[in-house]
């Protein structure tokens, strides 16, 4: 009722506020300080957790973005080395693993994303199909760019595209999109918008990488703002580009 409250308030206002909560309540469901003969086992750590969001949430998208925030949670107390806990430095996914479920998995490998550059570095990341249940490697390697592009966007775009170039072809354009996502991400919607023709429109980009950048973008675009604003950030599209917007 708290999330359909807060759906109702700012549904007109912001972007995805009922997904946002149930993000917000998997944060809060993991964050309390466990029991002390939990400390240093990720698993009992988060099994309440995980089974409140399967209380809560009534579909599974909200029972997948109630599980991103508790995984989102875990990767923070990860980093902050809390309650004796650390990633398995071998396979930093592997408490994906231990999730039974579809929405549960997807949400684990998506917000990995801040742990697994830490333990095996991010290029080296890129490369870890073998760590990842093949349904679930473009969730992993979304989920990577995204971090990566809210990371490093204008530090080193050169070293951002090239980071998907390396992928083999099949695997660049969700490659692409997660940069994409990272740079829009937490931003106020006229910023997001502004980083995200910045990086598109770059000499850097090729034909085919820049109609990726602008399709995906325009994809976020549906979900975030009403059919004038859309039509007049497309007009701010180059021109060659624009018929993503009628797709």
Known sequence: KFCDYVNSALGNRTKGPLGACFHGIGHGFVEDIPKKENYGDS??????????????????????????????????????????????????????????????????????????????????????????EAPYQRNALYGLATYYGDLHFKDDNKQLIAYCRQLPKENQEICINGIIGGILINKSPEAEIKRALEFCKSNLLTGREKNICYGFTYTRMLSAYDHGKIEQICASFEERYRNVCKK
Do not use: W
């Open 43 to 132: 698993q009992k750590i988060i099994a309440y957790a995980l089974g409140l969001c399967d209380e809560v949430g009534r579909s599974t998208d909200e029972k997948y973005r109630c599980d991103s925030g508790v995984y989102n949670g875990l990767a923070i107390l990860y980093a902050g080395k809390k309650y004796d806990l650390l990633p398995n430095q071998s396979n930093p996914y592997a408490d994906c693993e231990m999730n039974k479920t579809s929405y549960g998995k997807r949400a684990c490998y998506e917000e990995m994303n801040t742990i697994v550059p830490s333990v095996l570095g991010f290029e080296k990341g890129l490369h870890t199909a073998n760590l990842v």
